[in-house]
C-alpha cells in the first residue's frame, strides 16, 4: 500500500471592506477548503493609491494599508500552500477592499 498525501485546497475569496489605516488580517489556513494542515507563501499586488504594503511573505498577513485616493481600493494576495508532507496546493487569490479615510470640509 502506497499513502497518498492529500495536497491543500484553497478558495478565491473577496473580503468585506475595512477602512484605510485599520489592520488587515489574513489567516490563510482560512481559506482551505478541504482542512489540510498548511504553511503559506503570499505574493502581493496593490492599486495604485495603496500605501504600506510589502510584495511577498510566509504564514499569515497582518498590514496597515493606507488608501490615499477617494475610492476604495484592492490588495490582491496570491497565496501558495503547501502541506507539511509537501504537497503544493494550487494557488488561491484573497482579495481586500480599503476605503478610504473620509474627507472632512473646511
Known amino acids: 500500500v502506497v499513502p497518498v498525501n492529500s495536497a491543500p485546497v484553497g478558495s478565491a475569496t473577496t473580503l ?11 489567516n490563510p489556513f482560512d481559506y482551505i477548503s478541504n482542512g489540510v494542515v498548511s504553511s503559506y507563501s503570499w505574493t502581493a499586488v496593490y492599486d495604485a493609491g495603496l500605501t504600506g504594503g510589502i510584495a511577498s511573505g510566509n504564514g499569515a498577513i497582518n498590514l496597515i494599508l493606507n488608501n490615499t485616493s477617494t475610492a476604495a481600493l484592492n490588495a490582491t494576495f496570491t497565496i501558495t500552500p503547501t502541506s507539511t508532507d509537501g504537497c503544493v496546493g494550487t494557488s488561491y487569490v484573497v482579495t481586500a477592499v480599503i476605503d478610504p479615510k473620509p474627507a472632512g470640509v473646511n
Not at 468585506?16 to 489574513?26: Q, V
Request: hydrophobic share 55%.
Open 16 to 26: 468585506a471592506a475595512i477602512c484605510s489605516g485599520d489592520l488587515l488580517t489574513i
